[in-house]
């Protein structure tokens, strides 16, 4: 038995049919030229001989319990074939046909009387490939354990092992993560709570002077309210493509930017053209919240916090825009600095939840102003391109979740020499989510052409 971090036991409790909190991978392989005809279907069954499972996927909560779950108890009697599921792709198979499924199965929710995972193997795309779709839920896992996790059934060669996702692995700890912090003593563990405590008020009463005093700086709860916060459905769309690290860091380059930087100023610009196609745009900038990875001291669950930056949509000219964006960036980095973990913590819950916590209660989200319009994460992934046994890894497109009063979440994962943007939305209040793509790379263009 094994208690809930209180960060974690958050994604349960607010999760409900129009809120499912998992969040996933869209993995796309091309098998070898010498791959038989049954190769996808081979590798299920042999997927399923790898009944040893690491210990987060043999973890379901306990339920029910007065007040929700509170604690993960180990499933003795996994039942594979329920959480390893084997699909095809309706002919022509392309990758239009993938993000429709993907679509479909991301909306669902996991049963929380199993393990909260599943695995999909899906056959038939073009171009002689194939897919994986996994999802797990967040209470589980943030994003930067979840590649690391993936990373464990990848090799940098092609090989003729199998490894699962929810195989325990040999293999060290990845270096995706800061260095793990080595336990102090119990008196100085505690005497550093207390200060960390005794910080916590004058911690958010800084945020909150630099929000006020800052004209770049951000707070919650004084976003515009768009038609991206409204409340959600349980139904999902997803859109996924790839960018060239390259041409971002060009970017990057010549406005001595950061490659966070471009990437925003990529989004920015293109929910300005988004939403001024509807007369959406709101006058006032929009607000994004950014995830920014804490130091992690053990392997499972989240460490994550969240910065607000305000985006600059009410700004025509894309380098104009750019450098609003890097200047409130460095606000939101500048109340970060010399930060516990503890107080950063609770920098993000100021930014998620804000002081009245409304936000994060269903059906109560449009009684406020929202504390954000959109988060957009980038998440830092292995720079090598990777194989599963002997397939290739062409794509790995993060797959995150909308939260009530958010019905866009952006998450960019970096892989080989490409970014890859993974766009996950309410099927009802983001109409032609797949259009973003196309802004993205239109916003992309304007800024290398300005340079």
Not at 53 to 69: Q, T
Not at 289 to 303: H, M
Not at 409 to 417: A, C, E, K, M
């Amino acid at each position: 038995m094994t208690v809930i971090p209180p960060m974690d036991a958050m994604f349960l409790a607010t999760e409900t049919r129009e809120h499912p909190m998992h969040v996933g991978g869209l993995h796309i392989f091309r098998l070898p030229d010498d791959a038989p005809a049954d190769h996808v279907q081979q590798l299920y069954r042999q997927l399923l001989e790898c009944t040893e499972l690491a210990p987060m996927y043999r973890r379901k909560p306990a339920w029910p319990g007065p007040v929700g779950a509170l604690r993960w108890v180990d499933d003795d009697a996994i039942d594979l074939e329920y959480h390893v599921r084997h699909s095809a792709l309706p002919r022509p198979g392309r990758v239009r046909e993938l993000l429709a499924l993907v679509s479909r199965l991301h909306g669902s929710l996991l049963d929380r009387h199993r393990p909260l995972w599943e695995f999909h193997l899906i056959e038939g795309l073009q171009d002689n490939r194939f897919a994986v779709y996994a999802k797990v839920h967040h209470a589980l896992t943030d994003g930067v354990n979840a590649v690391r996790n993936t990373m464990r059934m990848l090799s940098a060669e092609p090989t003729g092992e199998l490894r699962a996702l929810w195989s325990p692995s040999p293999r060290p700890a990845l270096p995706l993560d800061p260095p793990a912090v080595a336990p102090a003593a119990p008196w100085l563990r505690a005497g550093a709570l207390a200060k960390d405590v005794a910080g916590l008020v004058p911690t958010l009463a800084g945020v909150a002077v630099k929000g006020l005093r800052h004209p770049d700086g951000a707070l919650p709860f004084d976003a515009p309210r768009t038609v991206l916060n409204r409340p959600l459905t349980g139904a999902r769309r997803f859109a996924a493509q790839s960018w060239s690290i390259d041409r971002i860091k060009g970017v990057a380059e010549r406005f001595d930017a950061t490659l966070n930087d471009v990437v925003l100023a990529m989004c920015s610009g293109a929910l300005r053209e988004y939403l001024s196609n509807g007369s959406r745009l709101p006058a006032k900038s929009l607000v994004a919240a950014v995830p920014v990875a804490l130091p992690r001291t053990d392997g499972d669950g989240n460490a994550v916090t969240m910065v607000l930056c305000r985006l600059a949509t009410d700004v025509a000219d894309p380098v104009e825009r750019l450098r609003r964006i890097q200047a409130s960036m460095r606000v939101a980095k500048d109340t970060m600095y010399g930060r516990s973990p503890l107080q950063l913590s609770a920098i993000g819950a100021l930014t998620s939840i804000g002081p009245s916590g409304l936000s994060a209660v269903p059906g109560l989200g449009a009684a406020v102003p929202p504390p954000y319009n959109v988060v957009i994460s980038n998440v830092p992934g292995p720079r090598e391109r990777l194989y599963w046994r002997d397939a290739g890894l062409q794509g790995w497109y993060p797959v995150s979740m909308p939260i009530e009063g958010q019905s866009l979440n952006i998450t960019v994962l970096s892989y080989g020499d490409s970014l890859e943007f993974g766009l996950i939305g309410c099927r009802r209040n983001v109409a032609h989510l797949q259009r973003l793509l196309g802004n993205l790379e239109e916003n992309l263009a304007a800024l290398e052409a300005a340079g």
